[in-house]
């Protein structure tokens, strides 16, 4: 390697180091250049030629697939450039159903916005008619898909087969009819779609947007006759900020508790209280299974998208996953139970749950046949910012508030689970108490963290009293694949594993506001959670004085009862028989 | 370098392969590509088996064989029979022939003059290649062996020296000196692109040590060109030659030849030699006793042209859809499964084995300072002789279009030539004299491509050509990056609107302009070169774009929508019959006097035209 890793951006000397591309070199400079297909998380597409530079005797070429060389002359805005990204921006518009005023992408989207910057006021070439506009798919409770708003990027082909390894979507045709579609040009709900929504998480028109809840919900809080409360999922705290322009990893959970009372809704709860519950019952169930030498390894069952790729695709491994519901399983029936008990005027069935979820697929979770009515409607991060901004609320004026009780206090290890190896933690800080009776002593457990690209596997040995216990974790289903193949082969050695279907996590999660232009986006959200982990009095599931209340006052004095199983627990059904796999 | 010891003794297998074909007695060579296949030549050779079983009675020759052979190129002179031992090329020869050629010529030794080819220009019968014009200037070496040797016998093959060099360069164990050989020769990718084959095999040289792969690039997707068809049919031995030359100079141990399924005839014909030498060990493990060894296997494309540009041939072969990815990183440091891969398409390396045999000096005597050896080009069109030919770098069109080809068919006027197919351009008169190769058919705004040779008269319209390519790199775009996608389809909506007769004077600098973006700014070869044609024609033919914006006319009289269908009133006696055949009611008049045609309801049928007893309805 040579000492001089320098090249040259319109004259400026910029150092480069180990950047994958040109583009990431471009952007450390401080300088940018405009692009629908690159994503850093995502390998390199070089499709939508927006990024080219020219290359002082190199030509012409795509910042995004160039890798940085020493010397190299590069100029970002010459005229041939300039060019290309116009006529680009030009063709695209032609093709494009341009409803920009009344697209749920308006104001978020990269093609408006590059439009504008470039100045395009008038389009040379014959526009998309109305008769060609092709079918809207939203026949699913998660995804809108309107095709004639894709400009082709790919970015949502990579993300499904390089994050899920799942491909549900692809390219067909040639030319200029070339399309993204499922197979056999079949909606989403028909080809084992997981809703994970992170094709719409990196897509950079109104082609891929999120199936909104808002007024459903707006109709409910108005409805007198109801009783609306909300629960707040771990990883909404830390990102929401984004959307009023705070800082990513920013915890805005005392402002979230007040917004979703300004909103009308009567009762706040938070996820984390029932994250604390869903530890309680699986690190129970855990114990049992490995004390009782039953099914190991355990798989987590938190993430919905997860739960529906196991029933899809690999039903014969369902009797490992955890039977606790998700916390928002968890906690809709509990409140439509209890409630009543300590809110005077509250009867179960005018009780409307609304959960806010960083997840597309908590959308799906919630209309499960296991699970309908439980959880009314579930909102993403994403829909709940709209709906402050539409109520005229000044998010970062608003004074913090708190939970109501008796569901609103929640440990350290309740907080973690939004990010890719926090559930796992948790689970051990109070398995380790259950087969012990002690507690653990060091509860950070660094070597389940992180949420970049090179941390979708995580292994980590943990000796409770003599018996050893491996736990697995991983995000993306693509990672899972690999270690359900070893599960079947029968050279597994884990006890648990924790799944994501996101990468890095719920931090990430399809629901979330949009972060794929920068990886570090997610690791500073999850750095908030881990922030609000050390400081909170307890880290803890089973010492939440608000759980062990819960346990002794409804359900029966201990995880594992009976009414706890009616309440908290779950049954998954073989959905093989016609996913595409079968076909 | 220590020289390697071989197993095998290649003269010993020359010989021995020779004389099985001398005891073949009287070789008939019927051809049996795809072309003449088509033209029945199945049914010919069946025939002459038939009445060959006879020879000894009938005739003075002992033994006669009958030899099925790979392409000779003249296909539009299918079925072609050539008795080499009597000087003698038969041409459309049909099953009915062939009991006149036996009878005639094999018994009684009288050529028979009227299935012989007739020279366009002296209109006289000539008996064989040497005398045929078509073949007359060609050179051929890529397709030395078509139409030559039984394609199916691995004997044929050894018999003309079939790998030798491939023995020779195991023996001498020195890979950098094979890749000095080719570098030498100054040979260029035959696939269009014309990059120096010995610097891509050094590049991949560079990354020896690991997995490496060998892919031969038989994707002929240009319309029109069958080189590499004629190659893998007619001669399969010496393009696995060439690959396992290269192989082992770049140290490949596994190796793909990409074939389009539409080729059935050619990876039938692949797929027996790969068994036949690997049968002989010239292929597979430990090839003739060396540590060298070799597995090729056939992929078949489904035919799409993008899969012509090697990353998208990779996508392919790796079960992906064909897409090009961006080039760096080039296939040489990560190609096909993420390694080292060369890829070279059918022609380069069918030139390989004889540079190792000839040296490379031998080679680079051929051709012009910048491109060696010879060229192979599918030659269409308006001239007399169509086909395959093969000719040294630098002939100049002029040469090949009224030598070897001919002449202008029917008489008529030269007026351009397209070349390279749908990445390359059209050229006129003032190119004639051009020595072709690579650099100069650039300067000239056209490329060799893959060799795509269409010559037109003054009856083609080139705004119509132009439109007839940029549909086909429409349609063949793989839809991945913009400008070649939404860019081509623009393109072709100009053009569309040009031909149909509704063109402005605007659209002819929103082509140029749009057509210089997309060759700029798309992802590969595909695009950087589909505007190429019009690009080409608006630089030559400006004035036959403006005919057609401008007068609402075109020249070549080609595009309907441009044209008119008028009476003449001093012709017409007003018998009524062309307003009865028009099929929507635009004719008008009455009996006994002229009639009018009212232009807004015509659809230009032509049914009056036809029909009109007196002749006085024409074409304007």
Not at chain 1, 69 to 84: F, S
Not at chain 1, 187 to 205: E, K, N
Not at chain 2, 268 to 288: P, Q, S, T, V
Request: proline share 4%; with cysteine; glycine share 8%.
């Amino acid at each position: 390697m040579t000492d001089n890793k320098t090249l040259f951006i319109d004259g400026m000397e910029v150092e480069f180091s180990d950047e994958p591309n040109l583009l990431e070199v471009i952007r450390k400079a401080g300088l940018n250049v405009p692009t629908f297909c690159y994503r850093p998380d995502l390998t390199s597409f070089g499709a939508c030629r927006m990024c080219v530079v020219e290359i002082e005797g190199r030509g012409i070429q795509s910042s995004c697939t160039m890798p940085p060389e020493a010397g190299l002359k590069v100029h970002l805005n010459t005229d041939r450039v300039r060019k290309i990204r116009k006529t680009v921006l030009e063709l695209l518009l032609a093709n494009h159903k341009c409803e920009c005023l009344t697209c749920d992408k308006s104001g978020n989207c990269e093609l408006q916005k590059y439009a504008m910057e470039y100045g395009i006021t008038d389009i040379r070439f014959p526009k998309l008619e109305k008769e060609d506009y092709l079918p809207v798919d939203d026949y699913n409770p998660s995804i809108v898909r309107d095709p004639s708003k894709c400009i082709l990027c790919g970015a949502c082909v990579r993300a499904c087969s390089e994050f899920q390894g799942h491909s549900v979507l692809g390219f067909v045709n040639r030319g200029s009819n070339t399309r993204i579609e499922p197979m056999n040009g079949r909606f989403l709900s028909q080809v084992d779609c997981v809703f994970c929504g992170q094709c719409q998480a990196v897509c950079p028109t109104g082609a891929l947007t999120i199936k909104s809840s808002i007024d459903a919900v707006w109709e409910k809080i108005n409805d007198s006759t109801k009783k609306v409360v909300v629960q707040i999922a771990p990883s909404v705290r830390v990102a929401l900020g984004e959307e009023f322009n705070l800082e990513p990893g920013e915890n805005t959970i005392g402002k979230i508790y007040a917004a979703a009372r300004r909103l009308g809704f009567d009762l706040i709860f938070d996820t984390n209280f029932s994250a604390d519950l869903t530890i309680m019952e699986e690190a129970n169930e855990f114990v049992q299974r490995l004390t009782k030498g039953e099914k190991l390894p355990l798989f987590t069952s938190c993430c919905p998208a997860w739960v529906r790729y196991l029933e899809t695709q690999h039903p014969e491994l369902l009797s490992h996953l955890s039977t606790c519901k998700s916390p928002q399983g968890m906690l809709s029936p509990v409140l439509k139970e209890f409630l009543p008990k300590y809110y005077e005027g509250y009867k179960k069935e005018d009780i409307v749950v609304v959960s806010i979820m960083p997840c597309t697929a908590k959308k799906y979770e919630a209309i499960r046949e296991q699970l309908i009515n439980e959880t009314d409607f579930v909102l993403t991060t994403k829909e709940f910012a709209k709906m402050i901004k539409a109520a005229g609320i000044d998010f970062r004026k608003l004074k913090e508030e708190e939970a109501n009780s008796p569901f609103g206090q929640y440990t350290g290890a309740a907080t973690i689970f939004g990010a890719s190896g926090g559930v796992a933690e948790a689970a051990v800080r109070t398995a380790y108490n259950m087969v012990t009776g002690e507690e653990l002593s060091n509860v950070d457990i660094k070597t389940l963290r992180g949420v970049d690209a090179k941390s979708r596997t995580k292994d980590l040995v943990v000796d409770i009293k003599g018996t050893s216990v491996k736990v697995r974790v991983v995000s993306t289903l693509k990672e899972a694949e690999k270690s359900l193949k070893e599960i079947k082969a029968g050279t597994s050695d884990f006890h648990i594993l924790e799944v994501m279907a996101c990468p890095g996590g719920c931090v990430n999660g399809g629901g979330q506001p949009i972060s794929c232009s920068d990886s570090s986006i997610k690791e500073k959200r999850a750095e908030g959670l881990y922030e609000e982990d050390r400081n909170l009095e307890f880290r803890r599931s089973h010492q939440n004085p608000d759980i062990i209340k819960l346990y002794n006052e409804c359900l029966g004095g201990k995880p594992g009862s009976e009414i706890a199983h009616h309440l908290l627990h779950t049954t998954y059904s073989d959905k093989f028989k016609g996913s595409y796999k079968d076909i | 370098m220590e020289k390697t010891k071989l197993n095998i003794n290649m003269q010993n297998e020359q010989d021995k392969a020779k004389d099985l074909i001398k005891s073949q007695g009287l070789r008939v060579l019927v051809c049996a590509g795809t072309g003449c296949v088509a033209n029945g030549s199945l049914k010919v050779i069946e025939k002459f088996k038939e009445l060959g079983a006879n020879v000894s009675i009938l005739t003075q020759y002992d033994k006669m064989t009958v030899v099925p052979t790979g392409c000779h190129g003249f296909c539009e002179q299918g079925v072609l029979v050539v008795i080499p031992d009597m000087k003698i090329t038969y041409v459309k020869v049909k099953e009915s022939d062939v009991e006149e050629i036996f009878e005639s010529h094999i018994k009684n030794n009288k050529p028979v003059e009227r299935l012989m080819y007739v020279d366009p220009k002296t209109h006289q019968h000539v008996p064989d290649d040497e005398h045929i014009n078509f073949y007359a200037k060609q050179t051929r070496t890529a397709l030395a062996n078509c139409g030559n040797i039984n394609a199916e016998s691995i004997d044929e093959a050894i018999a003309v020296r079939g790998y030798e060099a491939l023995a020779k360069v195991i023996e001498e164990n020195n890979p950098d000196n094979v890749i000095e050989t080719i570098e030498k020769s100054g040979l260029r990718g035959r696939g269009g692109g014309g990059f120096p084959t010995g610097r891509k095999w050094k590049f991949t040289a560079a990354n020896r040590g690991g997995k490496s792969y060998i892919v031969c690039n038989g994707d002929e997707g240009d319309p029109g060109a069958f080189m590499d068809r004629s190659v893998m049919e007619g001669d399969p031995h010496k393009l696995l030659e060439g690959m396992a030359i290269a192989a082992f100079a770049i140290g490949a141990d596994e190796g793909y030849i990409y074939v389009r399924a539409e080729y059935p005839l050619a990876i039938k014909r692949l797929r027996k030699a790969i068994k036949d030498a690997e049968e002989r060990n010239f292929l597979g493990k430990n090839i003739m006793g060396s540590n060298f060894s070799l597995d090729i296997h056939i992929k078949e494309g489904a035919g799409a042209f993008v899969c012509g540009e090697e990353t998208a041939l990779i996508a392919s072969i790796e079960g992906e859809r064909g897409m090009p990815r961006p080039k760096p990183p080039f296939p040489a440091n990560k190609g096909l499964f993420g390694r080292p891969t060369l890829i070279n398409n059918v022609e380069t390396l069918a030139n390989v084995p004889v540079i190792i045999l000839k040296g490379a000096d031998w080679f680079s005597q051929m051709g012009t300072a910048t491109s060696k050896g010879t060229k192979t080009f599918a030659l269409t069109g308006d001239v007399n002789n169509t086909g395959l030919i093969e000719v040294p770098m630098g002939t100049t069109l002029r040469e090949i279009i009224f030598d070897i080809g001919g002449g202008m068919r029917d008489g008529k006027k030269f007026k351009a030539v397209q070349i390279g197919g749908p990445s390359g351009g059209c050229l006129t008169e003032e190119h004639l004299d051009i020595p072709m190769d690579y650099d100069n058919l650039i300067r000239a705004g056209a490329m060799v491509g893959s060799g795509g040779l269409v010559v037109m008269s003054d009856k083609t319209c080139i705004v119509e050509v132009a439109r007839f390519f940029m549909n086909f790199t429409q349609h063949e775009s793989c839809g991945k990056c913009v400008p070649c996608r939404e860019g081509t389809k623009n393109l072709l909506k100009i053009l569309e609107k040009i031909v149909a007769g509704k063109g402005e004077m605007k659209d002819l600098d929103e082509l140029e302009e749009l057509a210089h973006v997309v060759k700029d700014g798309s992802l590969c070869g595909l695009g950087k070169t589909a505007p190429n044609p019009v690009l080409s024609t608006l630089k030559y033919f400006k004035d036959e774009y403006i005919a057609h914006i401008k007068d609402k006319k075109c020249p070549a009289g080609v595009c309907t929508a441009m044209k008119k269908v008028v009476i003449n009133e001093d012709l017409c006696r007003g018998c009524t019959k062309c307003a009865r055949v028009c099929p929507v009611g635009a004719i008008e008049g009455t009996v006994k006097n002229p009639h009018h045609i009212n232009q807004e309801k015509c659809i230009k049928c032509e049914a009056c035209l036809t029909n009109c007893p007196f002749r006085a309805i024409v074409l304007e």
